[in-house]
């Protein structure tokens, strides 16, 4: 029979090792694993729920949310704080922790214990589903298309990066790499110590918050937990091998930093700076920099490079797949999830 236990955490040093042993049976994404989840935890888990399923005394699921209470009654999130700047870094693939094949009664099972308001970020279409049969009412706020290249398949048919992509693509990376030959040769380097991991972001840092800022945005890093939580993120990851951090540069000319994931496989292109030319250059450093890191990883035997949530033109034209995510909010129909979807019909009928 399967026990399915909810309670608080007192010693997120047990807990991890709990996680860590549930891993090796499961399929989790990186953003499920314990690397992402137990990074500062105390932190950003202030009031911890555990959702625990056990058979035979051993643990078959295990989910990690926070619990913020208000006037309208409390809320849990799923391997998040619930509040902004302690969610900056941002969780995409999310889920409960599950024994692999399973995924789907498991989760059900336990969102079903929960019978209170619980908001999910990034959670795919199974998670979904497993949401939808376990609640009375299930709001999505919204979906976003997270677009991938699958380099196993590119690694089989015996290519390279630039002949399986679409030939103004090609043109487009072939003409920003002559550009950027005139000062020279182009190369990656991947962080190869956890000191040097730790100098790429911070490199990356001034890069990718310009960018944001001429958009009109604060950018990520402009929120201090942000930074800090990924700088333990390297301390932790960088040991297991699930970090990648690669400088692009052509000659003396730094094109840009790409702050990857790297679990079972899969590649995620989490985040990025690009020294960006004027706007009548013929260098593209995101595209130069992201097909370099394509082939870097496809000779290194990494299966998926994983652009992530975004309909950026990058991303669509870089990729050959995607996967469906999902932002919700889910609850009894007694509730403050319930009174938001009569709301939302009540809308929609006006």
């Known amino acids: 029979m399967t026990q399915i236990v909810v309670s608080g955490v007192t010693d997120f040093a047990a807990l991890g090792r709990r996680w860590r042993e549930l891993e090796t049976r499961a399929e989790p994404s990186f953003f499920q694993s314990w690397t992402w989840m137990g990074c500062l935890a105390e932190e950003r888990f202030t009031d911890p729920v555990l959702v625990e399923a056990r058979e035979d005394g051993r643990a078959v699921a295990l989910g990690l949310f926070n619990r913020r209470r208000s006037r309208m009654g409390q809320i849990l999130y799923l391997g998040e704080a619930g509040q902004p700047s302690l969610d900056r870094p941002y969780i995409e693939y999310n889920g409960l922790l599950t024994v692999a094949g399973r995924e789907a009664t498991l989760t059900r099972a336990c969102l079903a214990s929960l019978r209170r308001p619980t908001v999910m970020s990034g959670i795919d279409d199974s998670t979904l589903a497993a949401a939808q049969a376990a609640f009375g009412v299930v709001r999505v706020e919204q979906s976003r298309r997270a677009p991938y ?24 990376i072939r003409r920003s790499d002559r550009a950027y030959a005139e000062s020279g040769t182009l190369s990656i380097e991947r962080a190869a110590t956890v000191e040097q991991a730790h100098a790429f972001l911070e490199s990356m840092v001034p890069l990718h918050q310009a960018t944001w800022q001429a958009r009109g945005a604060p950018g990520c890093f402009a929120e201090p937990f942000f930074g800090r939580f990924h700088h333990a993120l390297i301390d932790r990851g960088m040991k297991r091998g699930e970090i990648d951090l690669f400088r692009v540069a052509a000659g003396p000319v730094l094109v840009g930093i790409l702050y990857n994931f790297r679990f079972r496989g899969r590649s995620l292109a989490y985040q990025s700076g690009f020294a960006y030319p004027g706007p009548e250059s013929r260098r593209k450093p995101g595209m130069t920099s992201h097909r370099l890191a394509m082939d870097y990883l496809l000779k290194d035997g990494v299966d998926c490079y994983d652009f992530l ?18 932002w919700i909010e889910a609850g009894p129909r007694v509730s403050v999830v319930g009174l938001r979807s009569l709301l939302d019909l009540w809308r929609r009928r006006i």
């Open 149 to 172: 290249a699958d380099l196993a398949a590119i690694r089989a048919a015996g290519d390279d990066i630039l002949a399986h992509l679409g030939a103004n693509t090609r043109q487009q």
């Open 309 to 326: 949530a975004g309909d950026d033109r990058y991303k669509r034209v870089l990729s050959d797949g995607a996967t469906d995510l999902h």
